[in-house]
């Protein structure tokens, strides 16, 4: 049977080795299930306390994606048969997704991530915690949670509200495609290269100077990828997030409600924020309560404690939410017609959003404490 994550090691004219990950199910788009996740931890743990590998990398079987997300097919069933309860494979899947995420985030080593193609949902939380995040004039990067009644998890909490402006609570609510210049504009990539020079980039990184520090390994495949940059064949397209910044402010201003009338009632000739109106609006009404909260955290909570917060609030999305039913709807039955719990944003009630913002632990129970 094909492994569904592959490790690799690459020697280098250093004499040190490069570490590489390849997610391995091109047919699913290399889509993660907890298996993958518990592989890539115990994997990454080891290279972490190995000397012998300077830096890792993360990349994605075939073309089309890095990674799209997470296989929550898993989840959907264990909660379709306990309804209203936490299951163990929530929790499980979320728990192991969140620490591996954590763990890049603190890795020290580099960590280099070929962001070519699609990079959605659990994808971009593994993005998100590489030191050194390559996009391509193919890169399509996007939180689509709200269209199965999930909210932007793997960190977003972190580093949605670290973006510019009311960026990341638009990405959020409207699951906008990124595009590489969006990326860059919003600190989700800081490399651009062309997804035809992802070869001769491992060939470059074989002849860099690895040794055992850290930071000098940090510069210097720094260097080497700003080099790789100023050579590339591809160009930058232009970001829409980034020309359109002032009026997405503005569209993003005020309240829930406020937000609520000016999405629905906004008209536009714009095609991508066409589709991001569209998409906000047939996403979960309480989606949008939980986005709009998570927009709402303070900038000075810690990347451990946005991970806690996020824990809680994805089992309980499982168990008392509308994830059931928009993952029916997206990806079991595929008829992309999901029966919201609330019709409209306007009927969902205060009782159930804080059903769903209260954690399910007491805090000295909480399965993320040791972060």
Known sequence: MTQDV?????????????????????KALN????????????????????????????????????CAGGDVRAIYHASVAMPNQMT????????????????????????????????????????????HRVVTERSRIAMPEISIGLYPDVGGSYFLNRMPG????????????????????????????????????FDALADVQWNDDKNHNHQSLTQLLIRLQDNTSAKLPE?????FQPQI????????????????????ELPWLQRAQKTAMSGSPLS?????????????????????????????????????????ALLIDKDRTPQWRFATAEEVTEEAVVKLLTSPWLPEEHPLNHL
């Open 6 to 26: 592959i490790f690799q090691t690459l020697g280098t004219l250093s004499g040190k080795s490069i570490g590489v990950v390849t997610l391995n199910i091109e």
């Open 31 to 66: 889509a993660l299930n907890l298996d993958m996740v518990k592989a890539m931890t115990e994997q990454l743990l080891a290279w972490q306390q190995d000397d012998s590998i300077a830096c890792v990398v993360l990349d994605g079987a075939g073309e089309k994606a890095f």
């Open 88 to 131: 163990q494979a929530a929790c499980d899947f979320f728990t192991l997704e969140y620490q591996l995420d954590y763990l890049l985030h603190q890795y020290g080593k580099p960590v280099l991530v070929w962001g070519d193609g699609i990079v959605m949902g659990g994808g971009l939380g593994l993005m998100a915690a590489g030191s």
């Open 166 to 201: 009311k960026t990341g609570l638009f990405l959020g609510l409207t699951a906008y495609n990124m595009n590489a210049a969006d990326a860059l504009y919003t600190a989700i990539g800081n490399h651009f290269l062309a997804s035809d020079e992802k070869e001769p980039l």
């Open 239 to 243: 970001s829409p997030l980034e020309q």
């Open 249 to 268: 402010d503005l569209l993003m201003a005020g309240e829930i409600e406020d937000v609520h009338h000016q999405l629905s009632s906004l008209s536009t």
């Open 288 to 328: 949008w309560f939980l986005v709009f909260a998570q927009s709402q955290l303070d900038q000075e909570m810690s990347l451990a404690d946005c991970f806690k917060w996020e824990l809680g609030i994805s089992v309980n999305c499982c168990s008392h939410g509308d994830f059931c039913e928009g993952v029916r």
